[in-house]
């Protein structure tokens, strides 16, 4: 396993009908070293009747770490819900408490370059010491990675940085081709998220329910997800964590455990092919 590079099952993969126990064994038996999770997921844990000592305790019995906190969003909303600003609180503390040092934002709405690196200054101010990795995604406001790092690079923050989603960057449409990340210094990118698509999209206005209900196991689709990690390896990323995303209903429909075990297999396999080092740094 990959100390250097943590191969991390991120929280949606699981879904959110298990209990935080079982997500880390499965998560450890499948093989991975690191679980991802959301506020959302981290607040069903407390619900459980769990503290934060008990979740450190359930790491500690299974040799696992939490390696990735999302999810900040509507953060360039002028008049934000008081939700959303306890939610992003969440993911700060999440990170001091399980020591992670990046946090996963999105951003559904759509507003000017010039607006939104603002918003993205005030939310890395906010965030103090950790880093904010904005996703692009292909039906937000940040859709591509051309306007992300446009945001990104005229907020002037050091802890603004990108994260990568194979699925995100295949269904935008850009070529897995190191042009299209040529005026991104590599350690602007904090980490990447693999997995795979269908032969074909769903149509523009229901895009997001693909992304949210029939992802591809890495490396089985159609989309070049192969290409897309050796994109990343030649461009000389080195990512705080290789998330695998793979929101799949059919794939969870298999139980917890063997959707682990399967997703695992799959980047496992994809890996050796294409990044076999990762496995071993």
């Not at 844990?45 to 390696?67: C, H, P, R, S, W």
């Not at 940040?142 to 790092?149: E, G, H, I, R, S």
């Amino acid at each position: 396993m990959s100390h250097k590079y943590p191969i991390t099952i991120s929280s949606w993969t699981l879904g959110d009908q298990c209990t935080f126990e079982e997500r880390v064994a499965a998560a450890k038996a499948a093989g991975f070293e690191g679980i991802g999770l959301r506020a959302e997921t981290y607040v069903d844990a407390l619900n459980e009747g769990l503290f934060d000592a008990d979740l450190l305790a359930i790491l500690k019995k299974y040799d696992m770490q939490v390696t990735e906190v999302e999810y900040i969003v509507q953060w360039a909303e002028e008049h934000r819900s008081y939700e959303q600003k306890y939610k992003e609180q969440i993911c700060f503390h999440m990170c001091e408490l399980f020591g992670v040092h990046h946090i996963n934002c999105g951003l559904m709405e759509d507003y000017s370059v010039e607006y939104t690196a603002q918003k993205l200054k005030e939310l890395c101010h906010r965030a103090g010491k950790y880093t904010i990795g904005v996703e692009p995604m292909p039906y937000s406001g940040l859709p591509d990675v051309k306007k992300a790092w446009a945001v990104v690079k005229a907020s002037g923050c050091d802890n603004a940085k990108l994260i990568l989603d194979s699925w995100h960057y295949i269904r935008a449409g850009q070529p897995c081709d190191l042009s299209v990340l040529a005026d991104i210094p590599a350690d602007k990118i904090v980490s990447i998220q693999i997995n795979d698509v269908q032969a074909h999209p769903y149509a523009k206005s229901i895009l997001r329910d693909e992304s949210m209900h029939d992802r591809m196991l890495p490396g089985t689709g159609y989309g070049d997800t192969a290409g897309f990690v050796k994109m990343i390896h030649d461009k000389g990323i080195e990512p705080a964590v290789v998330g695998v995303e793979v929101i799949s209903d059919e794939i969870l429909s298999h139980g917890v455990a063997q959707a682990a075990k399967e997703n695992f297999d799959a980047t496992k396999t994809l890996l050796e092919q294409v990044w076999p080092e990762v496995l071993q740094a």
